[in-house]
């Protein structure tokens, strides 16, 4: 008997999925050469991280960049960048993912230009911008402009490359980092869609694109999702997410294709959710969450790109990238999973759990309808502050030990691993003079460009900004004319302003029937009394761009609840800002958060700030991805007490906290 012709067995093979690393760091040349190693080694498509400076719209040599240059992703600064990022690499045959949001506009445009300088044609280039600025609301903070402003900008892209680019995907909705900030399955649908409602919404009210063409927008919409370890439940997830978009967009915008309803999406598995305690656990989490997206064929993800093993630990090596892109083929060429229509339809117990979760995100969905929309949901605070409570809902439950995470609250006992042995570097280190080039780079460039042309193309955006014309062109011109990130970025601030989202600690709730917590109370209130304060004062801070506040978010709601006064002013505050509002506030502590790697940068300077206004007294604790050598460093520097993710026990972190104070002030015990 052929084995080919099997009952159950398609007539051909389901095609693979776009396979792509998510890669980026240090310079466009370094990325480059990454990208043409990964290319060679079967990648089908690029995944581009762009460094913090870039995605907040910053120049390499802005007072905010310090530390930050090259980190998390490349340095895009200009034309110049986007051509030497792309050197020799077609982007006529190239699907490229760009994932960037507040300035999108402007790296599309970028991404345009050299691709038309290559002589690709525009109409054949594919790719994706992520281009979603709620989620930077609400989980990875690297918005700029109010929501409403922000939009505008989303809906321009989208009308533009409607015209010029029908094959890229001009909007990526973004769910993956709702589930890092938190999210259950049921929020992570239903705030997702309540976003793409938004855009389509904005998209058809702009007057930019005809009525029968919303068909087109719709197929042009995509999505970008989480996958966590439960595998089962993410296969119902999306499910229901290719459910209810196949409801909203032939009832809400009246699509009758049902081709162009169909629902696409791209993922990346759970970075958050990989360990740095027995970090070899991470292979496993990775291929689980692999298969969340990829067994059901109705459901099946388009493009996927894996993190590594060691991202709890830093930024990964090109090895361990070549390793998370092996999982991806041997799932797709050597097992026999797209042999088969979909393994899930007609089961019982599917149907149910996506039933389950269609009626919950449908309930959601409505309820942010009903507040105006997302923007109003992001602008009171609802949003933030539901993704903080779920957060610290799925913390405690992880300190009860009710959700078992292998290695870090149960199974602790381990083998010492040849992975992470004394004596092997077990992340990619980005050189120090990385930095120090990229602010030599974008000052040579400024120097050698046309002034008259600069200006010009500045003073026509922000015009233009002033009213609703389509910014793309004014944008394109900007790019022509060798303005820089920063600068494009400037012009629309001066029009549009900036904008501080919720930080959402108002919904934070406490911690239960936490047994510890009653203890720690107790010693904070006796802490407070041996000082002769009325209350212990915390100063969460968040120096730099690093946007990431999830961490900090519960260490502030965890701290408050055990009896501190807690001062948070959110996201992206420079060493002098933080410093100041250390002694205004009179604070008995600063706690300072860092997941970019900007720690030997951002820290110094705030330990610095203080010796200079007169608290060199005042205790410095830092948490974040930090090595064990930087830790080393940054302890000797004076901080007191580093954390990393391995210290999961918030109540245990607070109770050490108070530890800090009390040998900060003599205190006994």
């Given at each position: 008997m052929d084995e080919k012709a099997l009952p159950g067995r398609l007539p051909e093979?389901?095609?693979?999925?776009?396979?792509?690393?998510?890669?980026?760091?240090?310079?466009?040349?370094?990325?480059?050469?990454?990208?043409?190693?990964?290319?060679?080694?079967?990648?089908?498509?690029?995944?581009?991280?762009?460094?913090?400076?870039?995605?907040?719209?910053?120049?390499?040599?802005?007072?905010?960049?310090?530390?930050?240059?090259?980190?998390?992703?490349?340095?895009?600064?200009?034309?110049?960048?986007?051509?030497?990022?792309?050197?020799?690499?077609?982007?006529?045959?190239?699907?490229?993912?760009?994932?960037?949001?507040?300035?999108?506009?402007?790296?599309?445009?970028?991404?345009?230009?050299?691709?038309?300088?290559?002589?690709?044609?525009?109409?054949?280039?594919?790719?994706?911008?992520?281009?979603?600025?709620?989620?930077?609301?609400?989980?990875?903070?690297?918005?700029?402009?109010?929501?409403?402003?922000?939009?505008?900008?989303?809906?321009?892209?989208?009308?533009?490359?409607?015209?010029?680019?029908?094959?890229?995907?001009?909007?990526?909705?973004?769910?993956?980092?709702?589930?890092?900030?938190?999210?259950?399955?049921?929020?992570?649908?239903?705030?997702?869609?309540?976003?793409?409602?938004?855009?389509?919404?904005?998209?058809?009210?702009?007057?930019?694109?005809?009525?029968?063409?919303?068909?087109?927008?719709?197929?042009?919409?995509?999505?970008?999702?989480?996958?966590?370890?439960?595998?089962?439940?993410?296969?119902?997830?999306?499910?229901?997410?290719?459910?209810?978009?196949?409801?909203?967009?032939?009832?809400?915008?009246?699509?009758?294709?049902?081709?162009?309803?169909?629902?696409?999406?791209?993922?990346?598995?759970?970075?958050?959710?990989?360990?740095?305690?027995?970090?070899?656990?991470?292979?496993?989490?990775?291929?689980?969450?692999?298969?969340?997206?990829?067994?059901?064929?109705?459901?099946?993800?388009?493009?996927?790109?894996?993190?590594?093993?060691?991202?709890?630990?830093?930024?990964?090596?090109?090895?361990?990238?070549?390793?998370?892109?092996?999982?991806?083929?041997?799932?797709?060429?050597?097992?026999?999973?797209?042999?088969?229509?979909?393994?899930?339809e007609g089961s019982h117990v599917m149907t149910g759990l996506v039933d389950g979760i269609v009626a919950g995100a449908r309930v959601e969905l409505e309820k942010v309808l009903e507040m105006g929309g997302v923007v109003a949901a992001v602008e009171t605070g609802y949003l933030k502050s539901a993704l903080v409570a779920s957060l610290a809902d799925r913390r405690r439950r992880m300190e009860s030990g009710a959700d078992v995470v292998v290695g870090v609250n149960r199974f602790t006992e381990t083998e010492p691993s040849p992975l992470t042995a004394a004596g092997a570097e077990a992340v990619e280190q980005v050189d120090p003079a990385v930095e120090a080039a990229a602010v030599s780079s974008v000052r040579e460039w400024r120097a050698g460009r046309d002034g008259a042309a600069v200006d010009a193309a500045l003073a026509r955006l922000r015009a233009d900004a002033a009213t609703t014309t389509n910014l793309m062109a004014a944008t394109l011109e900007c790019v022509r004319a060798g303005v820089t990130t920063g600068e494009w970025s400037g012009a629309l601030r001066q029009v549009f302003g900036e904008y501080r989202a919720p930080t959402g600690l108002a919904g934070g709730a406490g911690a239960g029937s936490d047994a510890g917590l009653a203890a720690v109370r107790e010693r904070v209130a006796a802490t407070a009394r041996e000082l002769g304060s009325g209350r212990l004062r915390l100063l969460v801070g968040k120096p730099g761009l690093d946007g990431h506040s999830n961490g900090a978010e519960q260490i502030a709601v965890r701290a408050r609840d055990a009896g501190f006064e807690v001062v948070y002013q959110g996201i992206r505050l420079t060493a002098g800002q933080i410093v100041a509002a250390a002694v205004e506030e009179d604070v008995d502590l600063v706690g300072l958060s860092v997941l970019s790697g900007s720690h030997l940068a951002a820290v110094p300077a705030v330990l610095d700030g203080l010796r200079a206004a007169g608290r060199g007294d005042l205790p410095v604790v830092v948490g974040g991805i930090i090595p064990a050598g930087d830790a080393e460093a940054l302890r000797a520097a004076g901080v007191a007490r580093v954390f990393t993710p391995k210290d999961f026990a918030l109540t245990g972190i607070i109770d050490e906290l108070v530890s800090v104070i009390r040998e900060a002030n003599d205190l006994a015990g």
């Open positions: 093979r389901d095609r693979p999925w776009v396979m792509r690393t998510y890669a980026g760091h240090s310079s466009a040349a370094a990325t480059n050469a990454l990208f043409r190693r990964n290319l060679a080694k079967g990648q089908t498509g690029l995944s581009v991280a762009f460094d913090l400076p870039t995605q907040t719209g910053y120049d390499p040599d802005h007072e905010l960049a310090s530390g930050e240059v090259g980190r998390v992703g490349v340095p895009v600064a200009h034309l110049g960048d986007m051509r030497a990022l792309f050197e020799g690499i077609p982007l006529a045959e190239m699907n490229t993912s760009m994932t960037i949001n507040a300035p999108a506009m402007w790296l599309l445009a970028l991404y345009g230009t050299v691709g038309a300088e290559q002589g690709a044609e525009l109409v054949r280039c594919a790719g994706t911008t992520q281009n979603d600025i709620i989620k930077e609301y609400l989980s990875r903070g690297t918005h700029i402009f109010p929501p409403a402003a922000s939009l505008r900008l989303t809906a321009d892209v989208i009308a533009y490359t409607l015209r010029e680019m029908p094959k890229w995907n001009p909007v990526n909705i973004c769910s993956y980092h709702l589930q890092e900030a938190g999210a259950t399955p049921v929020q992570e649908v239903g705030f997702a869609l309540a976003t793409a409602v938004a855009v389509l919404d904005e998209v058809r009210d702009s007057g930019q694109v005809p009525a029968e063409r919303m068909g087109d927008v719709v197929q042009r919409i995509s999505f970008f999702v989480n996958a966590g370890v439960r595998f089962v439940e993410e296969i119902a997830k999306m499910r229901a997410f290719g459910a209810l978009w196949d409801e909203i967009t032939r009832e809400r915008y009246g699509v009758q294709n049902p081709k162009q309803r169909r629902f696409r999406y791209g993922v990346q598995v759970n970075s958050l959710g990989l360990t740095e305690a027995q970090p070899e656990n991470n292979i496993q989490r990775i291929v689980l969450e692999m298969l969340g997206v990829t067994f059901s064929r109705d459901a099946r993800a388009r493009a996927v790109q894996l993190p590594a093993w060691n991202e709890a630990l830093g930024l990964p090596r090109p090895w361990d990238q070549q390793w998370s892109l092996r999982m991806q083929q041997v799932l797709a060429y050597e097992s026999d999973l797209l042999e088969y229509p979909d393994l899930f």
